[in-house]
């Protein structure tokens, strides 16, 4: 897991590093810089934009190390006179001791400035984290005349200039740069899109900062190497656990097969189709590895966890045990009541959600992720299904993004596969460690069989997709994951 920090949590943790005596401002600055660097190629001419905080404290000891380095470096200002303040002004008098000159033009495109010499390379350090609005005056002028010269050769230092930190729906900046330098930790505008479209590639800076032993505590995390069930040498069928299906009306036959086929390749060791009579013969032609039986209202031994809801199944039978209900199962408003239900995951798409909860569809990637957040304060789990799907709840109050996946999945049954792979990872649930804090198991399987079903995308490419395409690279990548890790 990645942690991803709010601009108030970066401020804070640094704040504490530098009254706790474990590093001076100065020197995360000076490591910042010296991060930045690395990323800017050798032998081209430098401009270097520095604002008036301490993201301009950032350009300028960029612009002294460069021209240390033997680069041509030029500095520009958005003011005839800046007055720097901290650690800003200490890196203007440092850049001026070397003999570094500081220039300003309101028309950096009309004076000749900008684009000459060919090949010049731009350093955005006009504003970070703590300058939250949209760009204007000479700032605006540099954006505009940049994105038509530099399109290729641009960093901004932490984020572009023009970007808020927190609000992957703000106003985009001019698109100028081709990479962002993030300073210490992955800020919400480097993951969330679309905001995250305008930073580029992002390479994280590492920063003398302790996460772990500060009292931070990021409410937002990126999924990355979740776990995965580790089986013994001896286990068997039923170590792996019993997925029950409750899936698939007349004409939906392909829904039921799809969450059986996303059940049984995730690891699942039994899965039991349970559909009305009439569709039985042709889902047991399509998914031989299952037991597919005729739905009589009564749940069958054995089972381990329950999947109800693909193929249009809007009934939900008593059952004590864990549960994975597709949205198409649950009722205008009833989200509440399973959210509040341990061991319990829902898994709606945007639309679904708003249904669910009584609330209006959400307008963008903030109030999706507020919705969501406001909404999952109890035990049970929220899979919110779409670009950057979300994974919330279980008692606790991190939100987890997931980043994989692409356009490609948004066809009719994907949904239907990744709802299987989640009740098969409920299934092994006993057998995944080495992730997951004690009680976050539920979360954990939703967290996984997003992270999973999205890397299938991205390994298949970009384009469109069959959910039969995804249950053919399932296998595949889970072998490559497997051949990873201790056995």
Known sequence: MIPILTADEMRALEHWAIESGKVTSLELQEAAAEGAVKLIPENVPVEVLAGPGNNGGDALAVARLLKLRGQQVRVWTLTPEPRWKGDAAVQAERWRAIGGEIGFTEHPYSDGLVGHPPGMFFVDGMFGIGTNRPLDGVAQAWATDLITCWLEDGIALDLP????????????????VHATACFGFLKLCHLLKPAAESCGTVHVIPLPLDLDKSPIHPLHWL??????????????KGSKGHVGILAGKEGMSGAAVLAAKGALRVGAGLVTVLVPASIRAEVAAQIPEAMVQVWNGAIPRGIDVLLVGPGGVDEIPDWDGPLVLDASALKEGDGPKWMARRDTIITPHPGEFARLFRLPKPAG?????EQAKAVATGPGVLLLKGAQSLILGGENQKAWINDTGHWGLATGGTGDFLSGMVAGLVAQRSLMTGWPAEGQEMKCCAATAAWLHGKCADRLGLGPLLPRDLAEELPKLLRDLYAGRPA
């Open 223 to 236: 999924i990355d190497d979740p776990p995965l069930p580790h089986p013994f040498w001896d286990t068997h």
């Open 365 to 369: 990637t903030k109030e999706r992720l």
């Open 161 to 176: 200039s023009g970007l808020h930190p927190d609000d992957p729906d703000g106003e985009k900046p001019l698109s100028y």
